[in-house]
């Protein structure tokens, strides 16, 4: 599987952005997707992952700094994986990537865990 991430910029805070990962290949709604993102100077971090179909099919998970933010959502029709993000704060500016994983949601938070990458796309939230 191959990833495209797309939608990052730069945005004031309280602004909205939302980014999309496109993905290749016909097995897309097999694997359970994930937003990731990492900060200038840390560590990868979870942010929002969306079940595949036979894991659970619309079962999502989020960090709690995201929780009522952010919403994760694929259209499995065409392969894309999107993460709405409103009410941005200067602490989610980070580079985001998204990834996908043949396993079930809750291992699916780890980045460890997640069986393909795609590039990273910047995400700056100005105060």
């Known amino acids: 599987v191959q990833l ?10 309280g602004g909205s952005l939302r980014l999309s990962c496109a ?3 016909r097995t897309f709604n097999t694997y359970t997707m994930g937003w990731f993102r990492q ?9 929002a992952a969306f079940a595949a179909i036979r894991w659970g099919g619309g079962s999502t998970s989020y960090v709690d700094s995201v929780k009522g933010r952010f919403t994760i959502s694929r259209d499995n029709a065409k392969d894309t994986v999107y993460l ?3 009410s941005l ?3 989610d500016t980070a580079v985001y990537y998204c ?7 809750y291992l699916s938070i ?3 865990n997640m069986d393909y990458w795609g590039k990273g796309t910047q995400v700056t939230v100005s105060s």
């Open 4 to 13: 495209q991430a797309s939608g990052g910029g730069l945005v004031q805070a």
């Open 110 to 112: 780890h980045p460890g």
């Open 39 to 47: 900060p200038p100077g840390k560590e990868r971090e979870f942010v």
């Open 84 to 86: 709405q993000m409103n």
């Open 99 to 105: 990834a996908a994983s043949r396993g079930p949601l």
């Open 23 to 25: 993905a290749s290949g």
């Open 89 to 91: 704060k200067p602490e």
